[in-house]
């Protein structure tokens, strides 16, 4: 009687771990291969999760930091590949033209990586931080979990209100792909 209780006390306790520490896997493609990713983004109409990430200067950033203002995350796997680097100059030109709003790019790329292409791009309406020391691809879902991007953050927007709720999200099908930034901009200007 009493193996029975451990036993079944050993099988609830198996199963509640189990449950906690899993996701549902997102499937994504790259170049139309099927890749995938921690889990779905955050959904609409739901909080922010929260997050630290590490600027440029090399301090930590996080969601309080843009309290008070409209946020769009521009996330993608790597400041030095041409789709990335469009998205971010495409950013920083509409950036300058919408009120209360910050954009913040995110990859798992070194701070002095971003740096160095913000100076060499003339870019200067965009926050760049980085993921390379913290759980923001697991916490929004979009860290790729296997093929040579390993790693890498997946391509996605998020679009986040005044009071942290989140107003918009795509995570782009295919990340050799550039997102929707005309429903990014609707989604602030709404």
């Known amino acids: 009687m009493f193996s029975k209780l451990v036993f079944s006390a050993l099988l609830f306790f198996s199963a509640f771990l189990f449950a906690q520490n899993s996701k549902t896997a997102n499937t994504v493609l790259m170049g139309g291969k099927t890749i995938h990713t921690y889990s779905k983004l ?90 390379y020391r913290s759980d923001f691809g697991k916490t929004y879902g979009v860290e790729i979990t296997d093929s040579a991007m390993k790693g890498l953050l997946s391509r996605a927007v998020v679009v986040i209100d005044p009071s942290g709720k989140i107003v918009y999200e795509e995570q782009v099908s295919d990340i050799s792909h550039e997102p929707n930034y005309e429903a990014a901009i609707k989604a602030v200007k709404m």
């Open 42 to 131: 955050p959904a609409v109409n739901k909080q922010a999760p929260k997050f630290t990430l590490t600027g440029v200067d090399m301090k930590d950033q996080n969601l309080d930091s843009y309290k008070g203002k409209y946020l769009i995350l521009n996330i993608f796997p790597s400041v030095d590949t041409g789709v990335c680097s469009a998205s971010v100059r495409h950013f920083n030109e509409d950036a300058a033209n919408i009120p209360n709003t910050v954009v913040l790019c995110i990859s798992k790329d070194l701070p002095f990586a971003q740096k160095r292409f913000c100076g060499a791009e003339g870019i200067k309406n965009v926050v760049m931080l980085s993921d």
